[in-house]
DNA sequence: CGGTAAGCGAGACGGTACGTCTTGTCTTATT
DNA sequence: AATAAGACAAGACGTACCGTCTCGCTTACCG
């Protein structure tokens, strides 16, 4: 049984302007830095008109929320190794893997947009850091459900981490490297261990040495 | 022989309109968001020209760092118990009492600018998050000398808390309520704690200057 | 095969909006004199954006010279009766009746330009006064073929009689009535009777009585 | 009786200051033309402040008024040599030479302002204007007196000249040098004497006041 | 000769217009 | 129907100039 899609009348959309498009956004977020990302200076780099801009994104910011999901942490996989602090390490490394230059300055430039706005802060809350914030979440869980964590330290924890990553890009504070990804991993494991040993849950579930 | 201070010739610089500018852009950025927080009409409402304003601060941000120090969180005691956990606690609390929707909504603006423009938040970063990072990093070194963190603790412990902080306030995460003062603070001394008990390297490693 | 004309691409220049534009121009200076006419307000009258306004005129003095070609004294004729007498009436009481009020207040705005920057008034001479000059040039020259008047001194009349209405205009002296073109147009007609009558060039071209 | 002049107690108003606010603008018109006569730019290159400025004059139009008065055409001396021709050439030779370029910048200037504002304008009319238009109208009322010229057209002659004077300085249309003063006597004095051959009505018609 | 009142330099101030910039919408002809 | 081109409305930005105000200092008179 052969599914039929219904093609729609008329051209179809354009996937080399919506890669174009995107392309064009990383670069000169890139380049140019958050300021530099400006609509019309999207659309003259990539070829297109701003009309073609605004039919399939309504705002810049949905259009930096499109280009993060492209080239930025989307393909950052949830590990389960059994252990808290290997799976956070993977994690939090493939993270600031993820977030190199060229994609952290998108990131700086969706903050913009989302601190300025507060309608925008909620999109972004609910889409985009809803994703990574469930993803953490689930790698938490498992420490939780290990008896390592209670939830509501899990729950503290998703905002500790993902609060130093933002902070850091924001303000500069630092690049979200090797070092930082270890560093609060290893922070956030520690803990996890101490709880464990201090007989929450499950003492069943040996801690495990960082390192 | 006393010094006598010279009192600059001209006309003096106007108290009331230093003031008045102050209290405007508070005003405005708790009624209507940072996106309210404009020039002309932080100027309109204080009843001042815009001139003013640019003759004293050369961009919004300063102005939004001047109102901060004025109305923020300056007056954030260090407290000093002797036990990390009530330190923490009590100077969360205080952050969380100083940081009220108003001043919510100030850091917002400001943050706002900072992601925007990279020298900015060079500004911001070394003057207005130095200060703050340079108390609490203060209250963590005592931990340190105590044994209960590493150095390198203590300096990735400034960045997820502030950062939690600030990552909330951006993206509206929740509110910095007592609640988040004390679940951080929990979650930090549950750390130190586990760290002293298992006799964490070297406590009389200086601790490093947290940036 | 019929040459086709080009249109050009893109959304075509809105003629609504620039006549909105030059309507309000006449209606502010008529109605609030030369001060009235800012650019602001220009474009806030015609329901237009500054924008529009700065990407067809690079100044105010273009907007003028644009709507005194629309209201002003284009359509202004230049008789040939074969009497310099009557010519010059004709064409100056012509000139008055086109320099109505709400006119006479443009070209006193046009004038405080000008007066205001020299590369400006290079401008106005050499476009809106050049025409205006050649067609005075024009009735004059016939004269001059007459034998009425030299070739310099048609050139010092040019001068006299448009100097004689600016004069009045910025620095209200008088109105531009009937009175004033008839007492120019008979003052330099009579030098003009004068001239052939001692004998200039052409004595065969018998001088006219003025009317 | 020895008229005593009360002297004003406090200190007396500075001549110092005086003549350097005259002399900076006059400078001022000729190294930068009329935009470059700014009220705190005169103050600035007259080692004065605005205060001062402002003290003896109420706006910048009367500063021009004192400046004009003080290098322009204050000096010009009224012929009678029994001839028109002859006046008038004299009388206006010495307008040109008044008229320099440093002045003919000083005119351009005021002419702005005036052009500007109509209230303005009848202050310059009244006070500045009507004391040369005063001039030329006894010239020219010995001409009417002779008969060689009627009431109406010496008022009509004092139109065409000013006007041709203050028409060539706004639009830069020529020079005010001996040939444009020539031109002008030569044209009006040809018209006065065409008129008294023809026998005009006669001298005892009183000339109108030349508004 | 010392008090005092006005003049003065400095420069901050409120007001207002300017010209620029960016966002998001709209209107053409073309594909 | 989607697109490129580009004009458009809205509105904030930062600058410039005007004329006013407020200091502390200076100058010359007058008692």
């Known amino acids: 049984m052969i599914e039929q899609v219904r093609r729609a009348r008329g051209r179809p959309r ?5 890669r174009a498009i995107l392309d064009a956004t990383l670069a000169l977020a890139a380049e140019q830095g958050p300021k530099g990302v400006r609509m019309d200076a999207i659309a003259s780099r990539a070829g297109v008109s701003k009309e073609t801009l605004y039919r399939w994104w309504r705002s810049k910011a949905e259009v930096l929320l499109e280009a993060l999901a492209q080239y930025g942490e989307q393909t ?3 590990p389960d190794t059994g252990s808290l602090a290997s799976d956070l390490r993977a994690f939090l490394r493939a993270t600031a893997r993820a977030a190199d230059p060229p994609t952290e300055r998108l990131l700086r430039a969706l903050a913009a947009e989302a601190a300025a706005d507060a309608d925008l802060a909620d999109v972004v809350r609910d889409t985009f850091l809803a994703r990574r914030r469930a993803d953490l979440g689930r790698l938490l869980g498992r420490a939780v459900a290990r008896g390592e964590l209670t939830a ?3 729950a503290t924890a998703v905002d500790l981490i993902y609060g130093s990553l933002w902070y ?3 303000f500069g504070i630092g690049p979200l490297d090797e070092r930082w990804a270890d560093g609060v ?3 956030i494991a520690s803990l996890a261990r101490a709880s464990a040993e201090a007989g929450v849950d499950h003492p069943e579930e040996a801690p495990r040495p960082v390192q």
């Open 168 to 170: 850091r890009v924001i």
């Open 76 to 78: 950052i996989p949830v």
């Open 185 to 187: 991993a290893d922070m």
């Open 14 to 18: 354009s996937e080399t302007a919506r």
């Open 152 to 154: 509501g330290q899990a």
